[in-house]
């Protein structure tokens, strides 16, 4: 095995790329905040409630009618940012091998696809508030875990089909090897998998994609055409460590935790709001700002503490690598090589990774890896007399 090592021009890139995108996820934040505060304060919400009742008086379609066009202007006053982050700024920096058009028509997809989704959960949510008004955040945060686990399961059959191919993996040494380290880690899984990542991105990537009988192994034909069986073999054993270790059920649990105080402060907020505003009860759309900025809120308060606890759980995966496949040489060249490849910061600045990084930086990774080798190294070494 060549041994990897760090690009520092790479680096370089990726210090401009990160700091680039904190700063277009900030604006990103400022356009939502003020445009649900715009929306609130000025009376447009309580307005274009009003003109609705004009088209139709099904609660129904009033519901879906303001979900649509809150969801289309917002849309429409964060695109050239979407565009400037996920298009021109990925094709700047070497990341991206999509068109401009294919580009757009995920886009399309993804919004189609988010308006559909959101639509049935605004539904669901407004006939709990008119319902169940007392206990509505309960039931409603109750049913976002039952359609979080309906979603999960179906992603690799239904959603992830509608952006990439799956090809089952033609390699079948590297699929008996992937499949029994599966096997090895109690993980039942209904096969392997290429996915064309290639056709929008030049970053390499892998996963353990579904719940129970669609969970499957996926690799990217980025990583493919880039790493060895061992390195491979280390990344897979990585993401098999989420499931031998229930981090999928913990993350989803945590994640449900987190809407549950986010939709009750959103009743607080809507309590506050039907005086203050007078709105005509909790279950008034025109007050549906008020929900966006509670949940909106929470999620960006509770960021820290969320990627601390992912962070935590992905050192945990890392070490389950090591100790599964000893072989920490190759986990620190696949390390180094996606560092490189996905334009990763191997040392980010102390409180971007503390805000913002779900993973441990990639340096302390290599370092962990580092360690576990020579932990093993004394191990072998004979004893001196």
């Not at 849309?75 to 991206?96: E, M, N």
Request: glycine share 8%; proline share 4%; aromatic share 12%.
């Amino acid at each position: 095995m060549t041994e990897a090592v760090l690009d520092s021009e790479r680096q370089r890139k990726a210090k401009e790329y990160a700091r680039i995108r904190y700063r277009l996820l900030v604006a990103d934040l400022a356009i939502a905040a003020v445009y649900v505060l715009v929306l609130l304060l000025s009376g447009l919400s309580a307005w274009f409630k009003a003109q609705l009742l004009f088209v139709t008086a099904q609660p129904l379609g009033v519901i879906a009618l303001y979900f649509v066009a809150f969801s289309i202007v917002y849309g429409l006053l964060d695109f050239p940012l979407s565009y400037y982050g996920g298009y021109v700024l990925p094709h700047r920096y070497g990341l991206s091998t999509q068109s401009l058009r294919g580009w757009l028509a995920d886009q399309a997809k993804g919004a189609a696809l988010g308006l559909g989704i959101g639509l049935v959960a605004m539904e669901v949510m407004y006939y709990l508030l008119r319902a169940f008004p007392s206990i509505w955040w309960l039931l409603t945060g109750v049913l976002f875990l039952f359609f979080t686990l309906v979603l999960a399961n179906l992603a690799p059959l239904l959603i992830v089909p509608l952006f990439f191919k799956f090809r089952p993996l033609e390699d079948e040494e590297l699929v008996s090897r992937l499949i029994s380290l599966a096997q090895r880690a109690g993980t039942r899984v209904r096969g392997v998998f290429t996915i064309d990542l290639s056709t929008k991105t030049t970053a390499a990537n892998a996963a353990l994609m579904g719940l129970g009988n669609t969970r499957r192994i996926v690799l990217g034909d980025t990583l493919m055409e880039e790493y060895d069986p061992d390195e491979i073999e280390t990344i897979l054993a990585h993401e098999l460590g989420h499931h031998v270790h229930g981090d999928v059920w913990r993350g989803i649990a945590v994640q449900t935790a987190l809407t549950l105080v986010g939709l009750f402060l959103a009743d607080r907020l809507l309590r506050w709001g039907v005086a203050h505003f007078a709105f005509e009860g909790l279950a008034d759309v025109a007050a549906f700002p008020l929900v966006a900025m509670a949940m909106g809120g929470m999620a960006v308060l509770a960021m820290p503490l969320a990627n601390a606890y992912s962070r935590w759980r992905e050192g945990l995966a890392d070490q389950f690598s090591l100790k599964m496949t000893g072989k920490p040489q190759a986990f620190i060249s696949s390390m180094t090589k996606l560092a490189n490849q996905n334009l990763s910061e191997a040392e980010p600045e102390p409180w971007a990774e503390f805000l913002l990084y779900s993973h441990p930086a990639i340096g302390k990774r290599i370092k962990q890896a580092q360690g576990f080798k020579s932990s093993l190294a004394e191990e072998s070494a004979p004893n001196s007399l």
